[in-house]
């Protein structure tokens, strides 16, 4: 066997997509964003939103439980923050820049979840969290800003979340208002940010965290049937 030759296709700045996955992300898209203000982009004309998804066990026990240990997700943000590391050496390699997006807390700045979609990886669920159609909102997103000529995805268009009221119903804090998110349309006018913050904070102070609407999203559940997992119905049947 010639352990010199290699099928690998020959890297390319397109070929950034199948690098990140193949380090370890689970979803990667590129988001076009020249139609939007220079003061909101930075006058970056495309971002890579790269997502992992997180681990499938805890979550199905969060169906029960209702709470979380409050530093459940650091690992995942730190993978995060490793993937944007790779993602931008990747760019610099051909003369491109890349920036990780630092999301502010003010109303005019860029987030996460609006590249998100427009990178054609998730809408915005009814829980104000994004919706991934592999994982559900069982998903961590990070953005790398870049004036790399990358081809850009799809946008998403809709919800997908339909008639489902699964996490208006679960939230403790009835922060969802069960009125489904449309692109354009403001998160403060179909979900309470407070009345969860407000929750969550209480939890807090006890080292636990809330995302229950996570656990109970059927998008999240098919994820977590996928990975092997045996998810028990309303009824108290598994499926
Ligand atoms: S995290 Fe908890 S409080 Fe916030 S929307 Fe989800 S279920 Fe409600
Ligand atoms: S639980 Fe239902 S309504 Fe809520 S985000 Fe998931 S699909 Fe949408």
Not at 62 to 79: C, G, I, K, M
């Amino acid at each position: 066997m010639d352990m010199t030759s290699t099928d690998q296709p020959p890297r390319t700045l397109t070929r950034v997509r199948d690098h990140l996955l193949d380090c370890g992300a689970c979803v990667v898209g590129v988001a076009d964003l020249t139609s939007w203000p220079e003061t909101r982009t930075r006058g970056y004309p495309r971002a890579l939103s790269l997502g992992v998804a997180l681990r499938a066990d805890p979550i199905l026990q969060l169906r029960t439980r209702r709470d979380r240990p409050a530093e459940a997700d650091r690992p995942v943000y730190a993978a995060l923050a490793e993937l944007a590391g790779i993602a931008i050496r990747y760019l610099q390699q051909f003369g491109a820049k890349g920036e990780v997006l630092v999301q502010l807390e003010l109303p005019e700045a860029l987030t996460h979840e609006e590249v998100a979609v427009q990178a054609g990886i998730a809408w915005v669920g009814k829980s104000g969290r994004p919706v991934t159609w592999d994982f559900g909102t069982a998903i961590r997103l990070t953005t790398v800003l870049t004036d790399a000529d990358l081809p850009a995805d799809k946008p998403v268009s809709r919800s997908f979340c339909g008639a489902c009221l699964a996490c208006t119903e679960a939230c403790p804090a009835r922060a969802p208002s069960g009125t489904v998110w449309a692109p354009g349309v403001q998160k403060s006018t179909f979900f309470n940010e407070s009345a969860c913050k407000e929750h969550r904070q209480q939890l807090a102070a006890q080292g636990r965290d809330c995302r229950h609407c996570m656990s109970v999203c059927p998008f999240t559940t098919v994820y977590l049937i996928n990975s092997g997992l045996t998810v028990p119905t309303e009824t108290g049947e598994s499926s």
